[in-house]
């Protein structure tokens, strides 16, 4: 059995932005643990086994999202693509693919134009559904979130899809698509599951 | 009446997983003040040095405050507030 553990982590300058709020001053001191139909077993503390309890060590993803999202980054390269899986709230099922402009449009940074994201939020609220899959592409790093990414992740029930087109750029050739929780500024790496 | 203010996911551990808050303003400067009073903490993680932090978006009625005021953007009862970090990274 393999075990994936969510830490704490405690306030350092590096990813202070939204890691801050693991202070143990307020973080409930809660853990819980699940496991699932393969036997990969997930422990949680705090935030993570509050607001996302039904976390499971692998993103279960059809592969034209996979598809797509590796034509994403191949067509915005060199600057990084990001985009949204969304799919019915508390299912943890990507089911729509929803390009978002990277209003930075920097091969080093990137940020959902904010009238755009507004718009993705009223959609899904309308809907019901929530965001599953954040993906971005790293267009000169591996596909590991940045220093920055964590500091940033605020969305903590999805799953952090990172594709990386450093070895091939716009033609075809390897990229590298990774998935990861970012919880309290803890990343985990998690198992794909392609789905066809 | 008052003005609604929705909360993302990763905030509600500081209104007890609650979805919205109701608080009472004429600005949104007074409305999260008035939310804070009951939602300690809250308010520090919208704000930073009297001003919004840059990576959350606030929207009043559906614009973003960017462009009306940011915290003295005016608010109204009835007026729904939406609180939504940004999605963003390197």
Redesign the interface.
């Known amino acids: 059995m393999r075990t994936f553990g969510y830490q704490m982590t405690t306030r350092n300058s590096k990813s202070r932005r939204w890691s801050e709020i693991c202070d143990d001053r307020w973080m409930p001191k809660i853990e819980r643990s699940t496991t699932d139909e393969r036997g990969l077993t997930v422990r949680m503390r705090g935030l993570a086994a509050v607001i996302a309890p039904s976390l499971t060590a692998v993103l279960k993803i059809a592969r034209e999202h996979v598809e797509a999202m590796i034509a994403h980054a191949r067509e915005d390269h060199p600057d990084e693509a990001c985009g949204v899986l969304v799919g019915p709230e508390g299912s943890d099922v990507p089911t729509r693919l929803v390009r978002m402009i990277n209003a930075d449009r920097s091969p080093t940074f990137f940020r959902f134009d904010p009238q755009e994201q507004f718009a993705l939020y009223k959609a899904m609220g309308a809907a019901g559904e929530e965001i599953v899959v954040v993906y971005h592409s790293h267009t000169s790093t591996e596909a590991y979130p940045s220093r920055t990414d964590i500091a940033l992740a605020s969305e903590p029930q999805a799953h952090y899809v990172l594709v990386s087109t450093a070895g091939s750029g716009t033609s075809d050739g390897p990229v590298s698509v990774r998935s990861y929780r970012i919880v309290d500024g803890a990343v985990s790496e998690e198992e794909i599951d392609v789905t066809e | 009446m008052s003005v609604e203010v929705r909360i993302?996911?990763?905030?509600?551990?500081?209104t007890s997983?609650a979805k919205a808050v109701h608080g009472n303003g004429a600005t949104l400067q007074q409305v999260l003040d008035d939310i804070e009073a009951r939602n300690p903490?809250l308010k520090d993680?919208i704000v930073e040095s009297e001003a919004l932090r840059r990576?959350v978006?606030v929207?009043v009625n559906?614009e973003?405050v960017?462009f009306s005021g940011g915290l003295n953007a005016p608010t109204a009862d009835g007026d729904v507030v939406?609180v939504?970090?940004?999605?963003?990274?390197?």
């Open positions: 993302p996911t990763i905030l509600r551990t500081f997983g903490g993680r990576f978006n929207y559906d973003d960017r939406v939504l970090p940004a999605v963003a990274g390197g």
